[in-house]
């Protein structure tokens, strides 16, 4: 009879995790009442690259959960998201709103995928604020004071072109 021993590690490594996302944190920064579906909502718009519609949203917390959430609750989560700048919301040329973890971009300036609407930071472009600076200068003469410029360059991702 044959009997091996089996080796038992008395200090299991624990899983490697990278920065642990404080969704807590974030939340009570930005002055929102840390409740477990912000939380939640936080953390699945952190971990998808894509941007989430309200369904997909709430599917997703039941998957994370165990159990449907509030479809209201969510609403709201997400309202106060966007208002606190933690999230963007993008309505799509579908008319249907997408939510995102707020990029966060130096310039404003983004691109974003028509296929799966993720959205992207531009690189920088030192010419870049210079053609805006001119543009605001132009707009200005029509008499058009622009507060804010942005730049949304559209198209397909390099995942979505595969
Ligand atoms: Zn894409």
Do not use: W
């Amino acid at each position: 009879m044959s009997f091996r021993m089996k080796t038992i590690n008395p200090h299991p490594k624990p899983p490697l995790v990278a920065a642990p996302f404080d969704s807590e944190s974030l939340l009570r920064g930005s002055g929102l009442r840390v409740t477990r579906a912000a939380q939640t909502v936080l953390e699945l718009l952190e971990h998808n690259s894509q941007p989430l519609t309200h369904e997909e949203v709430a599917a997703a917390c039941t998957a994370a959960t165990g159990e449907a959430p509030d479809r209201v609750t969510i609403y709201r989560v997400l309202d106060r998201l966007v208002e606190a700048g933690l999230c963007d919301r993008r309505v799509g040329p579908d008319r249907v709103n997408r939510f995102s973890r707020h990029v966060e971009t130096a310039s404003g300036n983004t691109f974003e995928c028509d296929q799966c609407h993720k959205v992207l930071a531009l690189p920088s472009d030192p010419e870049l604020p210079k053609v805006m600076g001119r543009l605001g200068k132009a707009l200005r003469k029509q008499g058009i004071d622009t507060r804010h410029t942005a730049l949304t360059l559209h198209g397909t991702c390099g995942d979505c072109a595969r």
